[in-house]
């Protein structure tokens, strides 16, 4: 069962957040340019279940963002898999959200 919040989600059992929404196409599609299944199980540390998961059920869970987005190169950024998630913070760099101009003073 998921509570939907604005654009987020959080699923009941696992507490885990789920920012937008990619279909099955686009992460299969991902998976592939990852390298495929078995390299994305092994970098991810998750068993293959897990991943039939994310399609089935059209989302990633944002922990693995970062690992998949160097898996492709960066072909597959993080703020395409989950764009909610402020990846600039993470990152380092200041969210544009966020970014004060106070001017010559």
Not at 35 to 47: E, I, N
Not at 66 to 73: G, K, M
Request: one cysteine or more; a positive charge.
């Amino acid at each position: 069962m998921c509570y939907q919040i604005c654009t987020y989600r959080v699923t009941k059992t696992t507490n885990r957040v789920y920012y937008g929404r990619m279909n099955a196409n686009q992460i299969l599609r991902l998976i592939e340019d990852a390298g495929g299944r078995s390299v994305v199980m092994a970098a991810c540390g998750v068993k293959s279940s897990a991943v039939g998961n994310w399609v089935s059920r059209q989302r990633i869970p944002v922990e693995y963002c970062p690992t998949l987005e160097r898996l492709t190169h960066g072909r597959w950024k993080c703020e395409r898999m989950h764009p909610g998630v402020e990846w600039g913070v993470l990152r380092g760099s200041a969210p544009l959200s966020l970014s004060l101009d106070f001017g010559d003073e």
